[in-house]
């Protein structure tokens, strides 16, 4: 997937929102002998338009490491880490 169609692509483009799938499907990816694989890593939205998190001045948020969890926080995904 890629920013445009993770949003507009409808149900047959696969995202972060199938977690578990997703995770295969990367992992088929980056162990598939084929081109060169992109691991794309993004932020949680619920609107096409949805920018990435900001703070009330529209600078953009880090993301941060839950330490316990080993996941994104601040309202990013992080694909790249799983």
């Known amino acids: 997937d890629n920013h445009d169609n993770q949003r507009g692509g409808g149900s047959n483009i696969l995202t972060y929102k199938s977690h ?3 995770v ?3 992992a088929f ?12 890593s993004s ?3 619920n609107d096409y338009n949805q920018g990435a998190p900001a ?6 948020i880090s993301p941060k490491i839950n330490e316990a969890t080993q996941l994104c926080e601040n309202g990013w995904v992080c694909e ?3």
Do not use: C, K, T
């Not at 990816?29 to 794309?40: C, E, F, N, T």
């Not at 703070?55 to 953009?60: F, H, L």
């Open 20 to 22: 578990d799938l997703y």
């Open 24 to 26: 295969m499907a990367q």
């Open 29 to 40: 990816m980056l162990a598939y002998s084929y081109g060169i694989p992109r691991v794309m």
């Open 43 to 45: 932020f949680d939205f």
């Open 55 to 60: 703070n009330q001045n529209d600078e953009i």
């Open 80 to 82: 790249h880490r799983w």
